[in-house]
């Protein structure tokens, strides 16, 4: 029975992973490790003028020896983290264990979204005519411009043009801090419903594993356009169930 280690951020992310795993991969043992303190620093971080660089980032070093702890006290076989801000600290945890599927929270998403914009809009220029519109959702602004640059390099790499918004849910993660599920629902409903009056969207990504429980109420808003909506934990599932099944574990 394959161990995966669920590396939180937020205290809102596991129930909705959790969700995830037992309806389309029951099989593994998960274990959890939370540091919800790294969401406070980082968003303090990005709101200051500091300048970060690998060697000043002062999150990395404790993304790897978390990471670290994992692997060797935790005994994983896989480590999904589930707060989509830290894609820099991921991709530099991978580089040091490249013997073990490591996956960001959203990297399995956004192959989605070039795929559909291979589907639907074929080759062009970022943001030019012919790219895929993609409107990605937070409630935790540092997100934003992480997933931003992940879907840039993405369709640069597959030679796809997509052409983002971002819609920051101002108000959305303090409700949830409180317990107010269904404001936050409302909030996030109301923001995608104001960006599609805008015009020019092919995708909705809600961008946060804590934001699927608006999933269903966002697809009910924007059928009528036509629109995608993607959620991270279903396709964060199936990303890590089909590395560890390549590695038959």
Same mark, same amino acid.
């Given at each position: 029975?394959?161990?995966? !280690?669920?590396?939180?951020?937020? =205290?809102?992310?596991?129930?909705?992973?959790?969700?995830?795993?037992?309806?389309?991969?029951?099989?593994?043992?998960?274990?959890?490790?939370?540091?919800?303190?790294?969401?406070?620093?980082?968003?303090?971080? /990005?709101?200051?003028?500091?300048?970060?660089?690998?060697?000043?980032?002062?999150?990395?070093?404790?993304?790897?020896?978390?990471?670290?702890?994992?692997?060797?006290?935790? =005994?994983?076989?896989?480590?999904?983290?589930?707060?989509?801000?830290?894609?820099?600290?991921?991709?530099? !945890?991978?580089?040091?264990?490249?013997?073990?599927?490591?996956?960001?929270?959203?990297?399995?998403?956004?192959?989605?979204?070039?795929?559909?914009?291979?589907?639907?809009?074929?080759?062009?220029?970022?943001?030019?005519?012919?790219? @895929?519109?993609?409107?990605?959702? /937070?409630?935790? @602004?540092?997100?934003?411009? /992480?997933?931003?640059?992940?879907?840039?390099?993405?369709?640069?790499?597959?030679?796809?043009?997509?052409?983002?918004?971002?819609?920051?849910?101002?108000?959305?993660?303090?409700?949830?801090?409180?317990?107010?599920?269904?404001?936050?629902?409302?909030?996030?409903?109301?923001?995608?419903?104001?960006?599609?009056?805008?015009?020019?969207?092919?995708?909705? @990504?809600?961008?946060?594993? /804590?934001?699927?429980?608006?999933?269903?109420? #966002?697809?009910?808003?924007?059928?009528?356009?036509? #629109?995608?909506?993607?959620?991270?934990?279903?396709?964060?599932?199936?990303?890590?169930?089909?590395?560890?099944?390549?590695?038959?574990?």
């Amino acid at each position: 029975m394959p161990r995966i !280690v669920l590396f939180h951020a937020l =205290k809102h992310s596991p129930p909705p992973i959790e969700s995830a795993f037992k309806k389309l991969y029951p099989i593994p043992r998960l274990f959890h490790l939370m540091d919800d303190s790294l969401s406070f620093d980082l968003a303090t971080l /990005s709101s200051s003028t500091q300048t970060t660089s690998p060697t000043t980032d002062p999150i990395l070093p404790r993304f790897r020896h978390l990471s670290h702890y994992a692997i060797t006290q935790m =005994k994983a076989d896989a480590i999904l983290f589930t707060c989509s801000a830290f894609g820099t600290q991921i991709d530099a !945890v991978k580089r040091d264990f490249p013997g073990i599927p490591i996956h960001t929270p959203n990297e399995s998403a956004l192959r989605r979204v070039i795929e559909l914009a291979k589907e639907t809009a074929g080759p062009g220029r970022r943001g030019g005519e012919g790219a @895929l519109r993609v409107m990605l959702v /937070s409630s935790f @602004l540092p997100t934003l411009g /992480s997933m931003s640059a992940e879907v840039d390099q993405m369709a640069g790499e597959g030679g796809v043009g997509v052409c983002v918004s971002r819609v920051f849910v101002e108000g959305a993660m303090e409700a949830l801090n409180v317990g107010n599920g269904e404001r936050h629902d409302e909030l996030v409903v109301k923001a995608v419903r104001d960006e599609l009056a805008k015009g020019g969207v092919d995708v909705v @990504l809600l961008t946060q594993f /804590s934001m699927e429980r608006a999933g269903d109420k #966002v697809r009910r808003e924007v059928e009528k356009y036509g #629109v995608h909506v993607l959620t991270t934990p279903e396709a964060a599932v199936l990303g890590i169930k089909k590395a560890l099944e390549a590695r038959k574990i």
